[in-house]
């Protein structure tokens, strides 16, 4: 069966720093693009950071950019996620994706990143 389980969120306070780790299991993670999404109360799923099978090629949104990192270990069938400098505007459920092709893709069950005072 296959698997993403997400941890790592939770409340911090703005300039704050957490990592989001992406567990996977169950398929080849290796051959899968990963990818962070987000969504805020209210408003649509938006793409954060995005990382390719070997780790060698990253991108980022401009909101996060310089602020957050994605890395994974494939030896480890895990994707994380380093989100220094964190805003209010921040706060949002954070999810995992993990993609062979436009028909074949998986998502985490997401987790709750709360920055505030």
């Known amino acids: 069966q296959e698997q993403l389980l997400q941890s790592g969120g939770g409340l911090v306070q703005p300039g704050g720093s957490l990592r989001l780790s992406c567990a996977a299991s169950?398929?080849?993670?290796?051959?899968?693009?990963m990818s962070w999404y987000r969504q805020a109360p209210g408003k649509e799923r938006e793409l954060v950071a995005a990382i390719s099978r070997t780790g060698g090629s990253t991108s980022y949104q401009d909101f996060v950019k310089g602020r957050f990192t994605i890395s994974r270990d494939n030896a480890k069938s895990t994707v994380y996620l380093q989100m220094n400098s964190l805003e209010p505007e921040d706060t949002a459920v954070y999810y995992c994706?993990?993609?062979?092709?436009?028909?074949?893709?998986?998502w985490g069950q997401g987790t709750q990143v709360t920055v505030s005072s």
């Open positions: 994706k993990a993609v062979y092709s436009a028909w074949r893709n998986y």
């Open positions: 169950g398929f080849n993670f290796s051959l899968y693009t």
